[in-house]
């Protein structure tokens, strides 16, 4: 591909081919499927297309890859990760998991440093939108102790603000990022 003056992003076997229209892109496709005939392999069905970054975007190793309305490439988490991410969450944060909140703390912690380790280069709200999500389950947790029902939302947020949890040392994917962020 570089012979062609095609730029390659490859891991494992997945790849991405960059192509600067619709022609080059075609063409690069038909040198992967003579590649992969003569090899004896076969591209996946469904994952092999040709993508304008500029429209819909494109999945590539658990991150979405699309073009903002000012042109520039950004990247979050694909839905997939994301709702992986919450799925484990919500198995760690049971409001019936009667454990003390820095002990849940501590194990949902571990969680979100690897998560965050993955995928701290996604565009900065995505983990806004997370770390309210899981401080809404988190007062959720409490607001059950209280022995009261529904989600922790509305009054909770003063009852319980965000600066309680990070007190009692819940990580907050946000001011991971902003650290991330910094120059060194």
């Known amino acids: ?79 997939k990760s994301r709702d992986k991410l919450k799925d484990t969450i919500r198995t760690k944060t ?20 690897g998560w965050f380790g993955y995928f701290k280069h996604s565009c900065r709200t995505t983990f806004t939108v997370l770390d309210g999500w899981i401080r809404g389950r988190l007062r959720a947790i409490l607001k059950r102790r209280d022995g009261r029902r529904g989600h922790g939302r509305g009054w909770n947020h003063q009852r319980w603000p965000n600066a309680y949890f990070t007190e009692r040392g819940l990580d907050s994917l946000v001011a991971a990022h902003a650290k991330a962020c910094q120059p060194t």
């Open 1 to 79: 591909m570089a012979a062609r003056g095609l730029e390659m992003v490859r891991y494992t076997d997945d790849l991405v081919i960059l192509c600067r229209s619709q022609a080059e892109a075609e063409q690069a496709l038909g040198v992967v499927r003579q590649w992969c005939d003569a090899e004896g392999l076969m591209l996946h069905p469904t994952k092999t297309r040709i993508v304008d970054v500029r429209g819909d975007g494109f999945d590539f190793l658990g991150y979405h890859f699309e073009t903002t309305r000012k042109g520039h490439l950004t990247r979050w988490p694909r839905t």
């Open 94 to 113: 049971k409001r019936t998991d009667g454990r003390g909140l820095r002990v849940l703390l501590a194990n949902l912690n571990g969680t979100l440093r």
